[in-house]
Each structure stands twice: as C-alpha cells, then as structure tokens.
T-cell receptor, first 115, second 109 residues
Framework: EPEVTQTPSHQVTQMGQEVILRCVPI?????FYWYRQILGQKVEFLVS????????KSEIFDDQFSVERPDGSNFTLKIRSTKLEDSAMYFC?????????????FGQGTRLTVV | GQNIDQPTEMTATEGAIVQINCTYQ??????LFWYQQHAGEAPTFLSY????GLEEKGRFSSFLSRSKGYSYLLLKELQMKDSASYLC??????????FGTGTRLQVFP
C-alpha cells in the first residue's frame, strides 16, 4: 500500500538552529500538508501546498517557517531558528482527490525536540 | 470562530458498542472526517461524511447532521486493538482540516 514517508523519525536540535523535516508524499498525489501536534494537544494545521505554491497557511506558520518541493518527490518543512515551543510531532500528509481535503494520508511523523 | 468539541476520554468493554460524539462550529463546512491515532503514531483515515446520514464501513459507522453541527463515530464489537484516540476533524471548505482534541478510548477485557 502506498504511504507517506518522513525522515528523520526523531530530531533533537539546539534552540536557534535551523532544521529541515523531509517528506515523500504518495507519488500521484497533488496536495501536500504539514500539521503539528504538541505532546498531549490536538493536531494543528500549519500549511497546505498545491501546484508549487502555498495555498493556505495558519497563524503558526510565520516567517521562520518555509516549505519547498525541491524535486518531483520530496516536500520539506524548514524551521529557520527553532524555539523551545517548536518541540512537537510534525506530520506530513498528502491527498490525491479532485480538491484539497479528500482523504489525506499522514506520514508517521518527525518528533522534533528543541533543547 | 472555529470550534470542534469531543469528549476527552471514554472507556468500554471488549465486544461492546461505543459512540463517540463530536460537535463542530466552523465558518464554512464541506464535510467531517474521523481519524484513528494510536499513541505516538500518525492519524489514519476512518471516514469522511459529506451528506447527512449514517455511513457504515465494517465495524465502524459514522453519522453526520449538518443542520445540528453534529457527528458521531460508532464502533461495534470492540476489540482491544481499538484502544486509541479518535480525532474528529472538520473540512471548513478551505485547504486545511480543523481537528478536535481527540477522544481517548480505552477498551478493557
């Protein structure tokens, strides 16, 4: 069964450092997302991406965040200068329906710990 | 505003039936998702309701009432492996999902 894969599974970084979280969406999907989940809290939307541009972003997705689809398979989330409060599980998702938000498949997540 | 409400925790016995309720208030609405999430894992898709009514998929069914802003997930013949968090998520007809806090279901033998 096709799946969304994310690397690394766990990343520890020092406050102020840049991190790049990587995702390989399902190959024929056109819509890509990043969500995050702080431990014990709900899943929160960060950004959606279609046709090589951001289609929607949340208030969380400020200037320190950026996304990129550098080639035909990868979808990355960069956090420029990490803060302690960025510690969370980051989920990449993709969907392939005719519009956004048809069944989204989630990756296994990257647990980011900022120390 | 955007708000999704669901109970925080529920318990049930193996073999029983459990209903997890969700109410939502969103500025737009296209449909309602249910996801299952085991601890430390990714959410996995269970159902997506766009129209009013009940949709059945094996042991799991999901119901939607758009006029009442209400949905429920019904789990029958509970198994121990059904112990997980169940996430209600609204599609507000924009390019994102709005999740509730999730309902942690514990199934006891």
């Amino acid at each position: 069964e096709p799946e969304v894969t994310q690397t690394p599974s766990h990343q520890v970084t020092q406050m102020g450092q840049e991190v790049i979280l990587r995702c390989v969406p399902i190959s024929n999907h056109l819509y890509f997302y990043w969500y995050r989940q702080i431990l014990g809290q709900k899943v929160e939307f960060l950004v959606s991406f279609y046709n090589n541009e951001i289609s929607e972003k949340s208030e969380i997705f400020d200037d320190q965040f950026s996304v990129e689809r550098p080639d035909g398979s990868n979808f990355t989330l960069k956090i420029r200068s990490t803060k302690l409060e960025d510690s969370a599980m980051y989920f990449c998702a993709s969907s392939g329906g005719g519009r956004m938000n048809t069944e989204a498949f989630f990756g296994q997540g990257t647990r980011l710990t900022v120390v | 505003g955007q708000n999704i409400d669901q109970p925080t925790e529920m318990t049930a016995t193996e073999g029983a039936i459990v209903q997890i309720n969700c109410t939502y208030q969103t500025s737009g609405f296209n449909g309602l998702f249910w996801y299952q999430q085991h601890a430390g894992e990714a959410p996995t898709f269970l159902s997506y309701n766009v129209l009013d009514g009940l949709e059945e998929k094996g042991r799991f069914s999901s119901f939607l009432s758009r006029s009442k802003g209400y949905s429920y997930l019904l789990l029958k013949e509970l198994q121990m492996k059904d112990s997980a968090s169940y996430l209600c998520a609204a599609d507000p007809n924009t390019d994102k999902l709005i999740f509730g806090t999730g309902t942690r279901l514990q199934v006891f033998p």
